[in-house]
C-alpha cells in the first residue's frame, strides 16, 4: 500500500503543529551567572544559562539548564504555587565562599522551585547563619 503525496504532506503538516505546540509549551529565561555555584551534584562556571521549564507541568517535572556546553536536569525538592509576575529569580546561597542554587521564582509560571543542597551545608547553615547570597534575575 502507497502513501499519496497528499497523505505525507498532511502527517507532515500535523507532526510541524506538534512540535510548535510541545515548543510552546516550555517556557525559557537566560540568565548570566558570576561566579562558580553548585547546582545539585553539578558545577557550574560563570557565563550565560538557559532555563527550560514546561509551562503546564506537573509539579515533579525537572528544569533544564543549557549553557557552557552542559545540559543539566534538575529535579525541585519541593515547588509552591505564587502569584502571577513578570520578573523570575535565580537564588543563590553563599556558604563558606562557595555558592549553592537554593530556589528559582518563575513569575510567568506563578511557580517557586526550591532545590536540596549537600547535607553538610544543610548543616552548616543550620548551625550558624548564612553569608549574603545572590538573586540573579531570569529573562
Not at 551567572?33 to 525537572?62: F, H, K, M, N
Amino acid at each position: 500500500m502507497s502513501i499519496s503525496k497528499l497523505q505525507k504532506f498532511s502527517l507532515a503538516a500535523i507532526a510541524a503543529v506538534a512540535c510548535a505546540g510541545v515548543m510552546q509549551a516550555e517556557q525559557q529565561g537566560t540568565f548570566h551567572l558570576p561566579v562558580e555555584a553548585r547546582w545539585g551534584q553539578v558545577v557550574l562556571q560563570p557565563g550565560d544559562y538557559t532555563i527550560i521549564q514546561p509551562s503546564a507541568s506537573p509539579d515533579t517535572t525537572p528544569l533544564r539548564l543549557v549553557g557552557n556546553g552542559k545540559m543539566v536536569f534538575e529535579l525541585p525538592l519541593i515547588t509552591e504555587y505564587r502569584n502571577y509576575s513578570e520578573s523570575s529569580y535565580l537564588k543563590l546561597a553563599q556558604v563558606d565562599g562557595q555558592y549553592f542554587v537554593t530556589r528559582f521564582e518563575s513569575g510567568v509560571t506563578s511557580k517557586t522551585f526550591t532545590f536540596p543542597t549537600p547535607k553538610a551545608i544543610q548543616r552548616q547553615v543550620a548551625s550558624r547563619s548564612v553569608e549574603q547570597g545572590l538573586a540573579l534575575a531570569v529573562k
